[in-house]
């Protein structure tokens, strides 16, 4: 009988991480090297007490475009800990670290969804943080229904849509051909003020305002009087936001409307304590879901706590992980609702001041386009 609860337990510390050590309150790190499928992975998990940290999206130096370090991010914010968080887009361009889904930063949302994709939703009250996950629809509106979106948020205009762009955009993108902009100022439960001008772009976007792009010739001039009579809000937080949650909602809509902060990933790992891998429907591809990636995922613990891993890979030390065995990990370390976050490159868990992880881009720690904070309270 002693031998059987001897064996029991030392398999049980080949599969769990024993070695959770508390660096602050609310805040335990450990790190694990395993063999998954063949492969030796090397990981980092935090494992955090929402009752005793907070939890915050940022952006690239606050704005709505533009690439930092996740540490630099961490640190000019001065959060104990952070990892690198949504998709964005990853070239050289003006629109470099546009996020590539839905985020949403103080209640300011910054970017639709693409695809309905799954997203993290945040809600900090003064006593702990809440969490939800699932699939989401945001998007910017100027009536009541779907039917009114307009074509994006902060991001590159193409011939006919109409963008909208916030404070965190500083100016509207610069333009070859004519565009129409509707100027919205002074809004708080209603925009007091809406122009329209003419011009090539570069328009600063007014302080608690917001700017519609189009194309000079897409619309009648009347519509700028259209857009002040529908323009109306019950969040003085954002302008023109619409969330819906996607699929089985069980209550998920209304959360992430209470959310203050909103990041994408793709795909959902785990749902209700069960590998619920959603990569299709999110309209990912097989490679993406199948190959051993570095990969960087977070999840809520059966007791309330909240897990952040980062697994390494490309190298020898650690080959990374499929998005399948990703899930498995992550029920088994007890988790019922996971999302699988941006990766890759961009991999990187900040903890107490310096990089902890082991980067894969060979210049080291990528600039990246937003972070997950930690920050005690």
């Known amino acids: 009988m002693k031998k059987t609860v001897v064996l029991i337990l030392l398999l049980s510390a080949s599969v769990f991480p024993q070695d959770f050590k508390t660096l602050k309150r609310g805040v335990e790190y450990a790190e694990q090297t395993r063999e998954i499928a063949g492969t030796k992975v090397r990981m980092n998990l935090l494992r955090l007490d929402l009752k005793k940290v907070r939890l915050d999206v940022v952006h690239a130096f606050d704005r709505a475009v533009g690439v930092e370090k996740t540490s630099e991010i961490a640190a000019r914010h001065k959060a104990f800990a952070a990892i690198n968080a949504g998709f964005f887009r990853l070239d050289t361009s003006a629109f470099a670290g546009e996020a590539a889904g839905a985020l949403q930063i103080n209640w300011s949302l910054l970017s639709e969804s693409y ?3 799954s997203a993290l939703g945040i809600i900090n009250k003064r006593s702990r943080t809440s969490v939800v996950f699932g699939r989401l629809n945001a998007y910017a509106t100027i009536g009541e229904s779907p039917n009114d979106a307009l074509d994006g948020i ?3 205009r193409k011939k006919g849509e109409a963008i909208l762009y916030t404070p965190e955009m500083g100016e509207t993108p610069k333009s070859e051909t004519p565009i129409t902009e509707f100027i919205f100022r002074s809004c708080k439960i209603v925009c007091r003020e809406v122009t329209s001008v003419e011009s090539r772009g570069g328009t600063n976007v007014p302080s608690g305002g917001y700017i519609v792009a189009v194309d000079a010739d897409g619309m009648e001039k ?15 937080g954002f302008l023109f936001g619409a969330l819906k949650s996607v699929g089985a909602d069980d209550g998920r809509s209304k959360l992430f409307g209470k959310s203050e902060d909103i990041v994408a990933g793709v795909p959902q790992l785990v749902r209700n304590g069960r590998v619920d891998l ?12 199948a190959t051993k990636h570095p990969r960087t995922a977070v999840g809520l613990l059966k ?8 697994v ?19 029920v088994e370390f007890g ?10 490159g961009s991999t990187t868990m900040y903890v107490d001041g310096k990089v902890v992880n082991r980067p894969s881009d060979k210049e080291g720690e990528r600039k990246v386009s937003d972070a997950l904070l930690v920050v005690p309270r």
């Open 115 to 117: 695809a309905d994709r």
């Open 154 to 156: 902060n991001r590159e």
């Open 222 to 236: 009347s519509t700028a009087k259209e857009l002040a009579r529908r323009v109306n809000t019950r969040s003085s």
């Open 278 to 289: 959603t990569w299709q429907e999110e309209k990912s591809s097989k490679s993406f879901y």
């Open 303 to 310: 007791d309330g706590r909240f897990l952040m891993i980062t």
């Open 312 to 330: 390494d890979g490309r190298s020898e030390s650690s080959g990374g992980i499929g998005l399948e065995d990703l899930a498995k990990l992550l």
């Open 335 to 344: 988790a019922v609702d996971a999302l699988n976050l941006d990766g890759g």
